[in-house]
Structures are given as C-alpha cells and as structure tokens.
C-alpha cells in the first residue's frame, strides 16, 4: 500500500512512466497491475491529446490564411461586394462599396440589414430576397438606381444566394458595379 501511495504521488506529479514492480498474484497484484494501466492510459490520451491539438492549430492557422486570402480578394476587385448570412446580418463590406455607399463598414457588420438601411434599400434586398425564392434561381442580375445621401448611383447588381455542400442556404453576396460614370461618357 505505501508503494502504491508513492507511485500515486509520482502520477499525480506528472511522471506517467513510472511503474510498480508485482510482488503477489493476490488482490494486490490486480491493484497493482491496474495502477500500472493508468499511468499508461493517461500518456496515451495525452499523446492523442497533444497530436489533436497540434492538426487543430494547423487547421486554424490554414483557416485563418484562407480568410485572409479571400479578404485581399475582396478588398481588391473593383466591384462593391457586401455579403450578409441566412438571417440578414451583414458579415462583409469591401472598400469600393464601403466608399461607394459612404459608411464606415465598422459600423454595420455583424447588424442586421433590416436595421441599419433606409426603407427603400430594404425594400430592394427583400425584394431580391424574394425573387429567388419565388423564380428558384442561385442569382439575379439587374440594373437599379440608387439614392446614396442625395446623390444618384446607377448600379449593375448581382445578388447570389450562398449554399454549403449540402445545398443549404447560407446567405447571400451582393456584388455591384457603379455604371454612373460610364453612363454620363455615353450620353
């Protein structure tokens, strides 16, 4: 017993490969022989443990380069692109549209569209909302007019619904091009 008592102090001081020598075939032995299993058990599931942990921060850390990746992307294309998830909330605001629309995207992500836009622009993404739902298609392309704090946009909008691998819908992307200036040179 005393053997055991140690041999338990050094386990619980981080010594997993100490082991008792068996000395009887009797009840103590058993006792012995499964104290000698634990040591064993906790360094395995330590090695899994450490081994998890390890292809997790690699997972993470891969995760985290194709977030940043995808946002370089966005933040580059000379489109405006704001995508909001399947509840309406907005997760991505690019420079060309935060520029465009004139906000500052700190102050809209992670909100809902429904709280944060005017009516009439509401109204707009609703109703391309709807059209997908109602035509069934993945995405709509129109031409709209825009008013951005008094001042006209002619817009060519592209709103696409987000599906994962199981075709479940997982929001959507709005990409636009500004056409204004295109427009004026041909007129």
Known sequence: LEKLVLATRRVTDG???FVIERESKDEMGLLVDSFNKMPLNLNTSNKKLAETHTALHKSSKESEQRRRYTETILQNVSAGVISLDDHGQITTINQVAEKLLRIDKSLFIGLNFRDVLPPYQ????IGFIEELQ???KITIEQHIKLNVLGKYYSLL???TR???DQK???GFVIVFDNLT???KMQR
């Open 157 to 159: 909008v592209n709103f």
């Open 122 to 125: 509401i109204a707009i993404i």
């Open 162 to 164: 987000l599906e994962d």
């Open 181 to 183: 200036k295109l427009e």
């Open 15 to 17: 010594d997993l490969e």
């Open 134 to 136: 109602i035509t069934g």
């Open 168 to 170: 479940k819908p997982i």
